[in-house]
């Protein structure tokens, strides 16, 4: 893999033609550390939100080997290249081969559920394994979340009482998991999650073994800044130690977009300008879908080869290189006044969910990848409050 020291010395370089994912490995990694060593329980890396080897190698290499899949893919990618990694099947909707060959061939002994038609698909799927660890999902209000998962999954609570009974006899360890939706703002949702979690345990007489809190931590963009993720770990530390029945619970978490959006970013160039409008060569049905319908705004550093730009900055929204016209990212873009055809833009924090959704509609596709070593546009883990917490200070 190519390294450069910045973006800028690619372009100096190369001019790349088509967009480039600059990968930062590192900045996985530093995420990886401040989570292992300040949540209090066990980490398993969400490995959809990225899926390059390179970000999974530098989460791996903190010390995370405890991974969640959604799917029969990503069994097989993490399976073998990782040897003591633990892979938990926590997508609650599974298809029967996907479960029988991720128990048989990738040794997966975890799974989520959210009803009893799903149970039954585990256990026959399985052969009526006796060595299952089973997780009902739970649905929990996403109130606060830019990416809402309980319309989709999850069982109401109050049918997840009968949902455990039914597991507890076929389950070495039973456990509930929830997802309070992909960035979360507001810390207060992992709590109002966890009361609702005590309640099902009170009422249902069952001791559960795990509570997995599932993703949603947030990662920080110019229009997205959430509260400190220390306060997140704060509210789930605290809740679960004044709820007593969840205090003897192991607790887990599944995040992807808080450890990997440092990650990578995306180089573009701009292909054209129209007023405040700039094409550039990567767009929605690429590795910006999120600055597309769900109005995510990148942070972006401009990059022209003389390094000369006008003081004075302008509000810009860009178009994608399709010819569709929801290939628009509205932004607004924060860059020099005088940005023109040829210049380049590195956009920042496109490490979750960026290049792995990239489409090849109209042909336009680019998988060439660099590694960066200098620091992301924009971090949460890049002040001396969050550097001593890495350290576990
Ligand atoms: C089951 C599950 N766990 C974890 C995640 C990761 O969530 P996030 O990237 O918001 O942390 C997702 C995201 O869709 C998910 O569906």
Redesign the pocket.
């Known amino acids: 893999m190519e390294l450069f020291s910045s973006a800028r010395s690619l372009v100096q370089m190369h001019e790349p033609d088509r967009p480039v994912t600059c990968l930062r490995p590192e900045m996985a990694n530093r995420a990886a550390t401040y989570f292992k060593n300040r949540f209090p329980g066990k980490i398993l890396y969400?490995v959809?939100?990225n899926p390059r080897l390179e970000i999974i190698d530098s989460i791996y290499n903190s010390g995370i080997n405890h991974f969640?899949i959604?799917s029969l893919s990503e069994a097989e990618l993490l399976y073998g290249r990782y040897p003591d990694c633990r892979l938990s099947y926590?997508?609650p909707i599974k298809s029967r081969g996907s479960i029988r060959n991720s128990y048989f061939k990738y040794g997966v002994r975890d799974f989520a559920l959210d009803s009893l038609d799903e149970l039954n698909k585990i256990l026959v799927s399985t052969d009526y394994a006796e060595d299952l660890n089973l997780f009902v999902r739970l649905a929990v209000p996403n109130d606060y979340a830019e990416f809402n998962?309980s319309q989709k999954f999850g069982a109401v609570p109050s049918n997840v009482g009968q949902i455990l009974s039914s597991i507890r006899p076929v389950s070495k360890k039973i456990g509930v998991c929830f997802?309070v939706g992909?960035?979360c703002m507001s810390p207060s949702s992992f709590s109002s999650a966890l009361k609702i979690v005590g309640e099902i345990i009170c009422s249902s007489n069952l001791i559960l073994d795990i509570v997995d809190v599932?993703?949603?931590?947030p990662s920080i963009y110019p229009n997205l800044a959430p509260p400190p993720l220390d306060d997140y770990l704060q509210e789930i530390r605290s809740t679960k130690e004044r709820i007593s029945v969840l205090n003897k619970c192991e607790i887990w978490a599944?995040?992807?977009?808080?450890l990997v959006a440092e990650g990578a970013s995306t180089l573009v160039r701009v292909d054209h300008r129209k007023d405040d409008h700039l094409y550039i060569n990567d767009g929605t049905y690429g590795s910006l879908f999120d600055a597309g319908f769900p109005g995510f705004v990148f942070p972006v550093k401009p990059i022209r080869k003389d390094g000369k730009f006008s003081a004075s900055l302008l509000s810009y929204s860009f178009f994608g290189p399709t010819c569709d016209g929801l290939d628009y990212m509205k932004g607004p873009f924060i860059l020099p006044e005088d940005m023109k055809e040829g210049d380049y833009i590195e956009i920042g924090q496109t490490g979750?969910y960026g290049c792995t959704m990239r489409t090849r509609f109209n042909g336009f596709y680019s998988d060439r990848t660099v590694v960066l070593t200098d620091l992301p546009i924009l971090s949460m883990y890049q002040n001396s409050a969050y550097e001593q917490q890495i350290a576990g200070g």
């Open positions: 969400a959809k939100a969640e959604a926590m997508h998962l997802h992909s960035q599932g993703g949603g931590f599944e995040p992807g977009r808080a979750a």
